[in-house]
Nanobody, 120 residues
Framework: QVQLVESGGGLVQAGGSLRLSCAAS????????MGWYRQAPGKQRELVAV???????NYADSVKGRFIISRDNAKNTVLLQMNSLKPEDTAVYYC??????????????WGQGTQVTVSS
């Protein structure tokens, strides 16, 4: 069984930084893209950043220049370095990955979510 486990959320003042980490574990054959989404209260879940297995990155306009996504393919992990945080970045952040299991079935997996709160 494949699962994604996130860590690194918390409370930070505006202008501060946080780093989120997500590790995929289980019977994994390969991982295609990995990414982060977020959902603020009363809003729809939105894409924050995504990175392919080859290292191609894509960011939401609202975080460009402030957030950096990276991954370690050997460890099946994806990181999100969040700098210059703003109160509007407050949300639950979810890890997301497109994974092929050892049985060669492909599916999209989600982490349990981690709260990020930015105070003004």
């Amino acid at each position: 069984q494949v699962q994604l486990v996130e860590s690194g959320g918390g409370l930070v003042q505006a202008g501060g930084s946080l780093r989120l980490s997500c590790a995929a574990s289980g019977s994994i054959f390969s991982i295609n893209f990995m990414g982060w989404y977020r959902q603020a209260p009363g809003k729809q879940r939105e894409l924050v950043a995504v990175i392919t297995s080859g290292g191609i990155r894509n960011y939401a306009d609202s975080v460009k220049g402030r957030f950096i996504i990276s991954r370690d393919n050997a460890k099946n992990t994806v990181l999100l370095q969040m700098n210059s945080l703003k109160p509007e970045d407050t949300a639950v952040y979810y890890c997301n990955a497109d994974i092929v299991s050892s049985t060669l079935s492909r599916a999209t997996y989600w982490g349990q979510g981690t709260q990020v709160t930015v105070s003004s």
